[in-house]
């Protein structure tokens, strides 16, 4: 803690608030970092600090903190019509040119969108939604839903345990019914003499395997993010996708496409599903959809699951499931103004343009004797940190070895994420090479410095 006066911010911060996901051994010894402000990719704290945020805030400032047509959208709205639920028969105009303009921008021919405040409601909703249907089609018994190890969907109880984090087991998740399929990192999880094919090839039947040993007929769906975000940027092993969708459509579960992180462009396409060829079910949308302006999330559902959701609803006369601000219409401004903005305000070309630079820096400080692995794709990349390279055996340690690189960024003005042994960084997508080269410096006198 620089301060120990309780009437410092640190202080106040630390007597009053409780930090979510936060390494504590971190803020006993340094405070924590408090934001006034911010100023394109930049923040600004308390005492004047300026830090570069290599994070997006958490993957979802992608236009930077100060984008003036994104509070113009939101001031404008909240000065039309400053809130509205999306039930009982009601709906705002900007809820209702949102919903087009997704199933435009999405990768389905027809579909439609149902609103959330957060991923975490979204992933929570969707299970609801495919509980709901299957019950309403006369198969109640398919509510086991499948994900992967170290998968990350959110925290409410049911998105948490869809989540393939050993840390859940202190809230006594996962709930019965959601099971863990291996994570899809060839370089950690392939096995010795195996090659990358042959790694996918043995989850494409280790998933047939479960399907058979469970029954199909228990099955409501399967959860993927196209990249893996919070398990630490892992992008799946070659042909991952193509290998287990068939098997899902085989046995008539549907695959959706957790697309929080990866959705409007931060792989290169608009949609990760894009960026890898495939084609799921339903889409779950948040963070990027209002570049980080306002808290919203949303379940696009392609047209069979929209049919299937229909009819079950029809036959009950309704969908008894909603938000309270679900379909804001102040979230539903900024998110038509943010799609606008990423799409058509060079930021999309941006994510491609950098993308060969992100990459080849990755690559040059994944030389360095400690880094086990470099991964990434467009803009979201890793760095893993190794005690032996050759074994790549982990480091051990109270204060993990990503945390204190961290550390030693944030004391360089460089904000970036310690990710287990993983530095992450997801810069927005309105960062110049400038500011990338920035980055890269600061993160590699990081290293210099922990090693
Ligand atoms: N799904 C993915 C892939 C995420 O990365 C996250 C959050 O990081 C969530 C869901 C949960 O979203 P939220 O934190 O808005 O609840």
Redesign the pocket.
């Known amino acids: 803690m620089p301060d120990d006066n309780i009437n410092s911010w640190e202080g106040r911060a630390d007597a009053r608030s409780f930090y979510g996901f936060t390494d504590l051994p971190t803020i006993h010894e340094r405070g924590a970092v408090i934001v006034t402000h911010g100023e394109g990719p930049y923040i600004i704290d308390v005492h004047g600090n300026r830090y570069l945020d290599a994070n997006s805030g ?2 979802n400032m992608v236009a930077g903190f100060d984008h003036p047509g994104l509070t113009e959208a939101a001031k404008a709205q909240y000065d039309r019509f400053p809130g509205y639920h999306a039930f009982f028969g009601r709906m705002s105009d900007q809820t209702v040119m949102l919903s087009e303009k997704l199933v435009e921008v999405s990768p389905f021919a027809e579909g439609k969108v149902f609103y959330t405040n ?3 409601e979204a ?1 929570d909703t969707m299970v609801k939604m495919l509980w709901f249907l299957w019950a309403a089609e006369g198969q109640p018994q398919r509510r086991k839903i499948l994900t992967r190890k170290n998968a ?4 409410t109880a049911v ?1 948490a345990s869809m989540t393939g984090k050993p840390y859940n087991s202190v809230f006594g998740l996962p709930l019965d019914g959601f099971l863990h399929l291996t994570c899809p990192h060839y370089w950690r999880e392939g096995r010795d003499g195996e090659t990358e094919a042959e790694f996918t090839a043995r989850l494409g039947r280790e998933l047939e395997e479960v399907i058979a040993r469970e029954g199909a007929e228990t099955i409501a769906g399967f959860f993927a ?1 196209p990249v893996m ?2 398990g630490g940027v892992i992008p799946p092993s070659e042909g991952y996708f193509q290998t287990i969708a068939p098997i899902l459509k085989k046995h008539g579960i549907p695959l959706i496409s ?1 697309e ?2 990866t959705g409007f462009g931060r792989t290169g396409e608009t949609w990760g599903c894009e960026t890898y060829d495939f084609m799921p079910d339903a889409i ?1 949308s ?1 963070k990027n959809l209002t570049a980080g302006f306002f808290p919203m ?1 949303a379940v696009i559902l392609g047209p069979e699951l929209s049919d299937r959701l229909q009819a079950a609803s029809e036959a009950i006369e309704e969908f008894p499931h909603g938000f309270t601000a679900s379909g804001h219409p102040v979230g539903c401004a900024i998110a038509l103004k943010a799609i606008d903005v990423i799409m058509n305000e060079g930021l999309a070309e941006n994510v491609r343009a950098l993308t060969p630079k992100f990459e080849a820096e990755l690559a040059r400080l994944a030389e360095h004797p400690h880094i086990g692995e470099w991964r990434g794709k467009g803009l979201m990349g890793a760095l893993e940190a190794v005690a032996d390279k050759p074994t790549k055996t982990p480091f051990d340690g109270s204060l993990s070895v990503s945390e204190r690189i961290a550390n030693a960024c944030t004391d360089q003005g460089l904000i970036c994420r310690p990710l287990g042994q993983s530095i992450v960084l997801c810069p927005p997508f309105i960062m110049t090479e400038a500011q990338m080269d920035e980055m890269f410096g600061k993160l590699e006198a990081a290293l210099d410095k922990v090693f």
């Open positions: 958490l993957w957060s991923g975490s992933n990350y969907h959110g925290v998105s993010e975000g919070a957790d929080v992180i779950i948040s999330g």
